[in-house]
């Protein structure tokens, strides 16, 4: 089993829907739990980061966390064309102190 | 604030040439990460510095590469010799602490192609 499982995709929503992006892990000792996004030919940049077991809202993101199921999602509300990118879920602490392990990316793609 | 600073932002070399990657991390920063790209494999951590003493080498493919850390404002990461497979993208980051609760910022990476 992979450290990080995400799908890969592509997700595709219209614009205005909501955009569901799920993350599974093996490690349970994963204490920190990041979410970057990645335009075509561009770096990773964050846009969220949870620690605790629940739902945190940034703006139009909600990162959803539960420590039991080994399970992190991303939700983007009012999806817009501009949110189309690779979304990387990325996991530290654990055995991995210091470092991050990153899930291969879920394509998503918002259509007008 | 500059961000992560990397050089060259494109490299194309034969097979059996030296390459050698830069990066600046953020000033202030203590930890540096390098991690290379591919579509098969997604983003692999390859070597990462705290306070210029490199923690984990796991992830480095094999011996043709190499990393240092002369300073805290300067790293690099060097193939020798290099090789088609290693044709990727590859990206420095750096964290303030590199706890594992850290952000880690990524620099614009170097798209390297060995032909």
């Known amino acids: 089993q992979k450290e990080v499982e995400q799908n890969s995709g592509p997700l595709s929503v219209p614009e205005g829907a909501i955009a569901s992006l799920n993350c599974t892990y093996s490690d349970r000792g994963s204490q920190s739990f990041f979410w970057y996004r990645q335009y075509s030919g561009k770096s990773p940049e964050l846009i969220m980061f949870i620690y605790s077991n629940g739902d945190k809202e940034d703006g139009r993101f909600t990162a959803q966390l539960n420590k039991a199921s080994q399970y992190v999602s991303l939700l983007i509300r009012d999806s817009q064309p501009s949110d189309s990118a690779t979304y990387l879920c990325?996991?530290?602490?654990?055995?991995?102190?210091?470092?991050?392990?990153f899930g291969q990316g879920t394509i998503l793609t918002v259509h007008p | 604030d500059a961000g992560v600073i990397q050089s060259p932002r494109h490299e194309v070399t034969e097979m059996g040439q030296e390459v050698t990657l830069r990066c600046k991390p953020i000033?202030?920063?203590?930890?540096l990460f390098w991690y290379r790209q591919t579509m098969m494999r997604g983003l692999e951590l390859l070597i990462y510095?705290?306070?210029?003493?490199?923690?984990?080498d796991s992830g480095m493919p094999e011996d043709r590469f190499s990393a240092k850390m002369p300073n805290a404002s300067f790293s690099t990461l060097k193939i020798q010799p290099s090789e088609p497979r290693d044709s990727a993208v590859y990206f420095c980051?750096?964290?303030?602490?590199?706890?594992?609760?850290?952000?880690?910022?990524f620099g614009p990476g170097t798209r390297l192609t060995v032909l």
């Open positions: 990325a996991l530290g602490g654990g055995t991995s102190y210091g470092k991050l392990t």
């Open positions: 510095f705290n306070n210029n003493v490199p923690i984990d």
């Open positions: 980051a750096s964290s303030s602490s590199g706890r594992s609760t850290d952000t880690q910022y």
């Open positions: 000033s202030g920063h203590n930890s």
